[in-house]
């Protein structure tokens, strides 16, 4: 975006990961812009999610001030609990995360992400790693995966399947013994992006503003499928950016 745009790119990527989260939701939050979506929609339309974040604190109000990280101290103030790690993950195991927020080095085009490793030529790089990545995407009931759209990180196949998606396709979820439900969608820098019902192939959705989807599929590292009625990605609200500059006043998550 230019510097004389209303909004940048990515704060209309917290905007569209925020129109994610549903009432009533309990949600796997994540780190960077995931923080800010879910300030968000407690703040405006979901007032009755509940987040859960790695280290332990569970909330259903907006951070009490401005956060860089999930366990600054505005977000453990007023927070329903302050347990441990194994607390939350126990809630994933119980079935009981409709939503968690994912990123990814890379993904292919049936949703599978890595984080664990890649290639470039005869060099390979190791990366941080699951953490708690791979049980969010096998036990939550959906997945909405956040990341910068290039065709080096969307690939026809991963290097390595940190987190399941939808494996080969349709039918492996369910052939492998996880939960049939996978990753819903994918909000990129370029775009956002769902899954077909039938194959469970990613299909771009919407282009952001001043995107074409020429350029979608020039960074996409295969045949990106593109659906009949694809748009532009709404654009955030004025109170919506009210939020985010509320929660990121310094530009450090959204410049």
């Known amino acids: 975006?230019?510097?004389?745009?209303?909004?940048?790119?990515?704060?209309?990527?917290?905007?569209?990961?925020?129109?994610?989260?549903?009432?009533?939701?309990?949600?796997?939050?994540?780190?960077?812009?995931?923080?800010?979506?879910?300030?968000?929609?407690?703040?405006?339309?979901?007032?009755?999610?509940?987040?859960?974040?790695?280290?332990?604190?569970?909330?259903?109000?907006?951070?009490?001030?401005?956060?860089?990280?999930m366990g600054d101290a505005p977000n453990i103030a007023g927070a329903i609990s302050c347990t441990g790690m194994l607390d939350v993950m126990g809630l994933l195991q119980q079935g009981r995360v409709d939503l968690g927020f994912l990123g990814g080095a890379e993904i292919d085009r049936f949703g599978n992400l890595n984080t664990t490793w890649v290639e470039d030529g005869a060099r390979s790089t190791r990366l941080t790693g699951s953490g708690g990545a791979a049980d969010i995407a096998a036990l939550a009931r959906r997945v909405v995966i956040i990341m910068q759209h290039e065709r080096r990180r969307f690939r026809e196949r991963v290097s390595y399947v940190t987190s399941p998606g939808y494996g080969d396709g349709a039918g492996w979820r369910r052939r492998v013994g996880l939960r049939e439900s996978g990753p819903s969608?994918?909000?990129?820098?370029?775009?956002?992006?769902?899954?077909?019902?039938?194959?469970?192939?990613?299909?771009?959705?919407?282009?952001?503003?001043?995107?074409?989807?020429?350029?979608?599929?020039?960074?996409?590292?295969?045949?990106?499928?593109?659906?009949?009625?694809?748009?532009?990605?709404?654009?955030?609200?004025?109170?919506?950016?009210?939020?985010?500059?509320?929660?990121?006043?310094?530009?450090?998550?959204?410049?």
């Open 185 to 255: 969608r994918v909000i990129t820098t370029l775009g956002v992006l769902g899954f077909d019902e039938r194959t469970r192939e990613m299909v771009l959705v919407s282009v952001h503003p001043g995107i074409s989807v020429e350029e979608v599929r020039r960074e996409t590292g295969w045949p990106l499928a593109v659906s009949p009625e694809v748009g532009e990605t709404a654009l955030p609200r004025e109170e919506e950016l009210r939020v985010i500059r509320r929660y990121d006043p310094e530009g450090i998550w959204t410049r």
């Open 1 to 69: 975006m230019s510097a004389e745009a209303p909004f940048t790119l990515r704060e209309l990527m917290v905007a569209a990961a925020a129109r994610e989260i549903n009432d009533g939701e309990v949600v796997f939050v994540g780190m960077r812009l995931p923080l800010l979506a879910f300030a968000v929609a407690t703040q405006l339309h979901a007032p009755g999610a509940v987040g859960l974040f790695e280290n332990g604190i569970i909330r259903d109000t907006p951070p009490m001030a401005p956060i860089l990280t």
